[in-house]
Every structure is written in structure tokens, then in C-alpha cells.
């Protein structure tokens, strides 16, 4: 059931970022990015912590 949740979702996403503007998409796809970074740099500092 699962799947087919992720699947939909696949395939509305791209659908509604190409109906957004591309300000908008940008900012968004920024705020992850950056998101993606700090939770990257966190964890490594983690696992540094461990050894």
C-alpha cells in the first residue's frame, strides 16, 4: 500500500512544481538543499563524535 502511496506521489509532485513559478521553485528547492546539508553535516559530526 505503500508503494502505491510513493507512487502517486511521484507522479503529482512534478506535475505541481511545473504549474508553480519558477521563483517559487527555486526558493524550494533551495530551503532542501539547504536542509540536506545541515542534516548532513549534523550526522557526520555525530558519527566523528562516536570514534
Do not use: N, Y
Not at 19 to 41: E, Q, R
Amino acid at each position: 500500500m505503500s508503494l502505491l502511496f510513493a507512487l502517486a506521489a511521484l507522479s503529482l509532485l512534478p506535475g505541481a512544481a511545473f504549474h508553480t513559478d519558477s521563483s517559487v521553485l527555486a526558493t524550494g528547492a533551495a530551503a532542501i538543499a539547504a536542509w540536506l546539508l545541515a542534516f548532513g553535516a549534523r550526522e557526520r559530526l555525530a558519527r566523528r563524535k562516536q570514534h
